[in-house]
């Protein structure tokens, strides 16, 4: 892409512009009171999602300038583009190819020449081989007793899509996935892991090393702590248990980069591989999904991947006004760079998705938290808003203050099953279940109309002083699944995926690489040695030296 394709040089961004002079005051409750038809003309459904996008501050007219926008920038060629295999990632000179990894076997595509698909369901087969053996309580520990709790030591996309799909999954357990317990561990500072060892028994625990690049520090210094507490529980007791045994019983290992995992010790038929071309924070769909086949069964995270295939056709097929990643992402962009409203703030209905929102700030921030263009012009928009989130009936208790009565605008997407609870065969809980799910799908819906409506959502006419007003007028989506299932989280994924892309597309960064996060790595690293070593901690500025110093004192008392 070339300079020309800075948005806000498009006529199609000033029309906008000039259009956001006119909808900046009106209010969301005249919008409503203007048009009956709202939910009609600004929701769709696929792939077992609704999308409701009739409580954004827009109207027809809006939506379809933005339309323009998404034509100008050549969103249905960049679409194509990804899809097809084609080097998206300009930075680093690469496809972007998570889609390719949720691709039937009977399809192809082929990327420089080489059809990719074969590997990717080789990639599977082999995973489905380990998953097998482990439910089966074939793959023995060093001391010939059956793995039963298996860690998987990650950071960033090789621990939080795992860790957000298995909780929300965690119902479609079959019982041959009983006997596995799967856990996660990513924090550098060892609590999670120092919590597992002291619980977990050595001769039945295996670690998953899931790592790109296999390089990452966090990563690399849990596994170290895990093979030494391994090494010196079950070689030390007298078994005489050989530390290659230990290696090949007790590390599966994920990456990118086998040199690295055979540098690293990983038994070669211990190793799943994935490729350069598939992003960390969109890798779940592969090998890195291994806890994931571990906790749902194989068939299961098949099903998971058909419903992300389901909306990756989707986005190649359906035209832009009823693609709903292009909407998605139409409604992000309107909200941020014509409305400035610059957070964003996820909130699902469904303890089950209580990791969503940390995934999704991995996969939108790191993904578009950019400010060059693809020429590497430092752009004068704005882009990724700052984004959080939380259950949603906790956040209700937490930080929906400031949703209602705060002074910053904050978009919302609000997420949750319209079933759930309607296959517990227990009859003393069925019933309660069911009118809990139905109370949180009222408190959802509630919420998004006091957060549009304000004080008119309540039709009392009385009084109220200020400080129980409600100024109303914040904008949200609504995203229904009609129930949490392996396909319907698959399709939920590959929509917040493409919504990223086609913002991406919008503002003309690369969304793929994450440069931003290498400069900390770097100096992380040179800190240590001044922590470790002693010097050059003179040549820092007064506050590092400060705390540093506060260290060294703290360990010599
Ligand atoms: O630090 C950022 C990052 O590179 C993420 O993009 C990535 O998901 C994470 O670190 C972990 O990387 P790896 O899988 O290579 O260990």
């Excluded at 390089?215 to 030390?236: H, M, P, Q």
């Excluded at 139409?330 to 957070?343: C, K, M």
């Excluded at 259950?391 to 002074?407: D, E, I, R, S």
Aim: charged residues 20%; proline residues 4%; aromatic residues 8%.
């Amino acid at each position: 892409m070339s300079g020309d394709g800075r948005p806000d040089r498009r006529s199609s961004w000033q029309a906008l512009a000039s259009h956001a002079e006119s909808m900046r005051s009106v209010h969301l409750r005249d919008l409503f009171d203007d048009t009956g038809d709202r939910f009609a003309h600004f929701s769709r459904h696929t792939a077992g999602l609704t999308l409701d996008l009739s409580k954004q501050r827009w109207q027809p007219e809006t939506l379809s300038l933005l339309l323009d926008l998404a034509r100008d920038a050549d969103v249905p060629g960049a679409i194509g583009r990804l899809l097809n295999g084609e080097r998206v990632n300009l930075s680093e000179g690469r496809p972007a190819l998570h889609t390719a990894l949720r691709l039937p076997e009977q399809a192809s595509l082929l990327v420089e020449g080489e059809d990719v698909v074969p590997a990717v369901h080789r990639s599977l087969a082999r995973m489905e081989a380990m998953v097998d053996k482990l439910h089966a309580g074939q793959w023995r520990g060093a001391t010939g007793h059956a793995i039963q709790d298996v860690v998987n030591l990650g950071v960033g996309g090789s621990d939080l899509g795992p860790l957000m799909v298995t909780q929300a999954l965690a119902d479609y357990r079959p019982p041959e996935a009983e006997r596995i317990r799967v856990h996660f561990a990513s924090t550098m500072d060892g609590s999670q892991l120092a919590d597992y060892l002291a619980r977990f028994q050595p001769e039945t625990t295996l670690f998953v090393l899931s790592s790109k690049s296999f390089t990452t520090i966090d990563t690399l210094t849990n596994a170290r702590t895990a093979r030494d507490w391994l090494f010196s529980r079950l070689v030390g007791n007298g078994d005489g248990v050989k530390r290659d045994l230990i290696m090949r019983q007790h590390f599966i290992g994920v990456s990118a980069s086998p040199d690295k995992m055979n540098e690293w010790g990983i038994d070669p038929t211990n190793q799943l591989e994935f490729w350069e071309w598939v992003g960390g924070r969109y890798s779940l769909w592969g090998a890195i999904g291994l806890p994931i086949a571990l906790i749902t069964g194989m068939a299961n995270f098949r099903s998971l991947l058909a419903g992300a295939h389901a909306m990756d056709c989707h986005f190649r097929e359906a035209p832009l006004a009823d693609n709903l990643p292009v909407l998605l992402a139409l409604a992000g962009i309107w909200n941020v760079n014509f409305l400035d409203i610059r957070a964003h703030s996820i909130l699902p209905y469904d303890g089950r998705l209580a990791y969503f929102s940390s995934y999704l700030e991995q996969l939108e921030m790191e993904s578009n938290g950019k400010s060059v263009t693809h020429d590497g012009d430092v752009v004068n928009y704005s882009t990724c808003p700052v984004l959080w989130g939380q259950v949603g009936p906790n956040a209700q208790h937490a930080f929906y203050q400031l949703l209602h009565q705060g002074t910053q605008a904050v978009a919302c997407d609000f997420i949750a099953p319209l079933k759930r609870y309607d296959d517990v065969t227990d009859p003393a809980t069925r019933e309660h279940l069911i009118d809990q799910h139905r109370l949180t799908l009222a408190n959802c819906f509630a919420q998004s109309r006091v957060l549009m409506l304000g004080d008119d959502a309540i039709d009392d006419r009385v009084e109220r002083p200020s400080y129980k007003r409600y100024r109303g007028n914040q904008p949200s989506t609504t995203v229904l699944l009609d129930r949490l299932t392996p396909e319907t989280l698959g399709a939920l994924i590959a929509l917040y995926e493409h919504k990223v892309f086609v913002q991406a597309t919008i503002w003309d960064i690369n969304p793929f690489d994450q440069w931003g996060v290498e400069l900390g790595k770097q100096i992380a690293g040179d800190t240590e040695r001044v922590l470790v070593s002693g010097q050059g901690v003179e040549s820092m500025d007064d506050s590092s030296r400060g705390l540093i110093q506060a260290l060294w004192a703290a360990e010599s008392s």
